[in-house]
């Protein structure tokens, strides 16, 4: 596999190519995947002609960030992230992961993100890693917990969608580097 990010004792991660729009696609057209993020559908030649040429130019714009197709044995399970923001300070990167429903349950979320912890702390200089979800994502807010990621408040967009569970806003849980070396 071509521009590996890492590997994990089950999951390689690597970067997107032009050739992965149906594997972005499926996932984003799957309503249960997209439940807390959307109410749209998936515009095929959006994906095809912006969102991967913009995912694959930020690998050279921003060296050690990015979002990853994330792989097992059985195949693509998803993606994840950690990205710069612009409207966020210098040295605090989201964390974020989008996995097929196949891949529910099985620890994939925490054992990706967990890597990417790691990399963002101790390889590229990160100061915080944030993660942000809709209040009622139980799931995802799960999984931050278990990374070691704390609360850190609720918000409400005047962009969110209209989706189920929009009245109760977003969460966004951190950590920071000390209180991730205090957890080790």
Same mark, same amino acid.
């Given at each position: 596999? +071509?521009?590996?990010?890492?590997?994990? %004792?089950?999951?390689?991660?690597?970067?997107?190519?032009? =050739?992965? +729009? =149906? /594997? !972005?696609? %499926?996932?984003?057209?799957? #309503?249960?995947?997209?439940?807390?993020?959307? =109410?749209?559908?998936? =515009? *095929? %030649?959006?994906?095809?002609?912006? @969102? /991967?040429?913009?995912?694959?130019?930020?690998?050279? *714009?921003?060296?050690?960030?990015?979002?990853? +197709?994330? $792989? +097992?044995?059985?195949?693509? @399970?998803?993606?994840?992230?950690?990205?710069?923001?612009?409207?966020?300070?210098?040295?605090? @990167?989201?964390?974020? &992961?989008?996995?097929?429903?196949?891949?529910?349950?099985?620890?994939?979320?925490?054992?990706?993100?967990?890597?990417? !912890?790691?990399?963002?702390?101790?390889?590229?200089?990160?100061?915080? @890693?944030?993660? %942000?979800?809709?209040?009622?994502?139980?799931?995802?807010?799960?999984?931050?917990?278990?990374?070691? !990621?704390? &609360?850190?408040?609720?918000? $409400?967009?005047?962009?969110?969608?209209?989706? #189920?569970?929009?009245?109760?806003?977003?969460?966004?849980?951190?950590?920071?580097?000390?209180?991730?070396?205090?957890?080790?």
């Amino acid at each position: 596999m +071509a521009g590996i990010a890492l590997r994990t %004792e089950r999951l390689t991660l690597r970067e997107f190519t032009l =050739d992965d +729009a =149906d /594997l !972005l696609i %499926e996932l984003d057209s799957d #309503p249960e995947v997209m439940r807390y993020l959307t =109410d749209q559908l998936t =515009d *095929r %030649e959006q994906v095809r002609q912006q @969102v /991967l040429p913009r995912l694959i130019a930020e690998y050279q *714009r921003t060296p050690g960030f990015g979002l990853w +197709a994330a $792989f +097992a044995d059985a195949g693509f @399970v998803g993606w994840f992230e950690l990205r710069q923001h612009d409207s966020r300070p210098t040295g605090e @990167v989201e964390l974020g &992961y989008r996995l097929r429903r196949a891949a529910w349950g099985q620890g994939y979320a925490t054992e990706g993100s967990r890597a990417l !912890l790691h990399r963002g702390f101790e390889e590229l200089g990160v100061a915080t @890693v944030y993660a %942000e979800t809709m209040t009622v994502n139980k799931g995802s807010r799960r999984v931050m917990e278990k990374l070691g !990621l704390s &609360y850190r408040r609720t918000f $409400f967009p005047d962009d969110f969608p209209p989706i #189920p569970g929009a009245e109760h806003g977003g969460v966004e849980y951190s950590i920071t580097l000390a209180e991730w070396k205090a957890s080790r």
